[in-house]
């Protein structure tokens, strides 16, 4: 299983980009990239995924590093709603049918006013 | 519109007292995952339906079943609780094991 590791913690100011590293090191060519976010007390929610390219949604955008052992989530404007744990996840995907998926560490991430 | 729905979002049961936490969804997903998440840690999969057919992770505790009668629904029952088994559980669905979602949870606490 591919090890993902992230910052324990970051902050960015609101109205400000922030940019949250994952690596990824042992990740499969196959495997694609998730990041889901985790408010207090709820389910983890779905941002953004993707395999080898760059790809933007209006939650945030993904950057992939050409190697695929880092990607970086960009959210443009930070804003106090932004606030919560980040999860980077990598999803093997194939023909097994036991699709799983490896959560990183998180990043916690503040939003100052 | 609710999509992944857990019932209650919070339980408390008593050491060694049988509890069952349910999970239903409307996106007629096929796959249906169980996750198990304590403080300041990451979800860690309990185990997963492909549609009828049941996968287990292999640390998963024998304490831990599931149940899932009809494509709707999904229950976790829990035989008999520790302090240990205070957590957040966390419902997910998927098609055909693509991107997951997850319900809101359901804390148990374990008097």
């Known amino acids: 299983d591919a090890k993902t590791t992230q910052p324990n913690s970051m902050e960015s100011n609101e109205e400000e980009p922030v940019h949250l590293p994952c690596n990824h090191s042992?990740?499969?060519?196959?495997?694609?990239i998730h990041w889901y976010r985790q408010l207090p007390s709820q389910g983890p929610e779905y941002v953004i995924h993707?395999?080898?390219s760059n790809v933007n949604n209006r939650m945030a955008s993904l950057a992939i590093a050409e190697d695929r052992k880092s990607s970086t989530l960009i959210l443009h404007r930070a804003t106090l709603r932004d606030a919560a744990v980040y999860y980077c996840i990598t999803h093997p995907v194939g023909t097994s049918g036991t699709y799983k998926y490896i959560f990183g560490t998180g990043t916690r991430l503040k939003v100052l006013a | 519109d609710a999509m992944v729905i857990q019932n209650p979002r919070y339980q408390v049961t008593q050491f060694g007292k049988p509890v069952t936490l349910s999970c239903s969804q409307t996106l007629n997903h096929n796959v249906m995952y169980w996750y198990q998440q304590k403080s300041s840690q990451a979800p860690k999969l309990l185990f997963h339906y492909y549609d009828k057919d049941f996968n287990n992770e292999a640390d998963t505790p024998d304490n831990f079943q599931s149940r899932r009668p009809n494509t709707s629904f999904c229950f976790l029952d829990i035989r008999s609780p520790g302090l240990g088994d205070a957590a957040m559980y966390l419902c997910?669905?998927?098609?055909?094991?693509?991107?997951?979602?997850f319900g809101p949870g359901t804390r148990l606490t374990v008097l």
């Open positions: 993707g395999l080898t």
């Open positions: 042992t990740i499969s060519g196959t495997d694609y």
């Open positions: 997910a669905t998927s098609r055909d094991g693509y991107t997951q979602y």
